[in-house]
T-cell receptor, first 114, second 115 residues
Framework: DAKTTQPNSMESNEEEPVHLPCNHSTISGTDYIHWYRQLPSQGPEYVIHGLTSNVNNRMASLAIAEDRKSSTLILHRATLRDAAVYYCILRSAYSGAGSYQLTFGKGTKLSVIP | GAGVSQSPRYKVAKRGQDVALRCDPISGHVSLFWYQQALGQGPEFLTYFQNEAQLDKSGLPSDRFFAERPEGSVSTLKIQRTQQEDSAVYLC?????????????FGPGTRLTVT
């Protein structure tokens, strides 16, 4: 899987929007962009994923740059429960040896200030 | 519905002991993964099962690590002759399909401490 780059940490005020950036300049045309988050003392949980178009779900929005070399996870109103480590992960669309697993980096630790 | 469950949640082992960690995936999920997460790091892949077949074990750090999923549901990760460097959280994840667009569902993990 291609490499992603994220800031180590970010802070947000409660009830404010949060934009978490991810750079993936070596992304291939068949790589999906996935986001997972890990709350303290829990396993990671899926947040959202996309290929080319922006995506929305009940948890967040994913904005993908036109050249696909970067993306942004958007939390529309941060709550204290959103404090977690957020991971941006690229996954090949082709299943096969070495492609099934998620390759995590260090992610971005989001702190939410009340 | 029930999510992925793991047991025990915490395990303390003396160096040299064998341990067995259990994972109950979501019913009907074909794919099952084991990951190891050291303190302050992201999870790292250990091994992958598709039903009962272990298709990828490239992430297992040594031959002391062994995983099985004999009936294509419950999986066990066994570590023989534990060492201090094995101390970590061991995470299990399952996925409905083998296609990469499907999300993985993670259990809460087993925190292993080797003393």
């Amino acid at each position: 899987d291609a490499k992603t780059t994220q800031p180590n940490s970010m802070e947000s005020n409660e009830e404010e929007p949060v934009h978490l950036p991810c750079n993936h300049s070596t992304i291939s045309g068949t790589d999906y962009i996935h986001w997972y988050r890990q709350l303290p003392s829990q396993g990671p949980e899926y947040v959202i994923h996309g290929l080319t178009s922006n995506v929305n779900n009940r948890m967040a929005s994913l904005a993908i740059a036109e050249d696909r070399k970067s993306s942004t996870l958007i939390l529309h109103r941060a709550t204290l429960r959103d404090a977690a480590v957020y991971y941006c992960i690229l996954r090949s669309a082709y299943s096969g040896a070495g492609s099934y697993q998620l390759t995590f980096g260090k992610g971005t630790k989001l702190s939410v200030i009340p | 519905g029930a999510g992925v469950s793991q047991s025990p949640r915490y395990k303390v082992a003396k160096r040299g002991q064998d341990v067995a960690l259990r994972c109950d995936p979501i019913s009907g999920h074909v794919s099952l993964f084991w990951y190891q997460q050291a303190l302050g790091q992201g999870p790292e892949f250990l091994t992958y099962f598709q039903n009962e077949a272990q298709l990828d074990k490239s992430g297992l750090p040594s031959d002391r690590f062994f995983a099985e999923r004999p009936e294509g549901s419950v999986s066990t990760l066994k570590i023989q002759r534990t060492q201090q460097e094995d101390s970590a959280v061991y995470l299990c994840a399952s996925s409905f399909r083998t296609v990469n667009s499907y999300e993985q569902y993670f259990g809460p993990g087993t925190r292993l401490t080797v003393t």
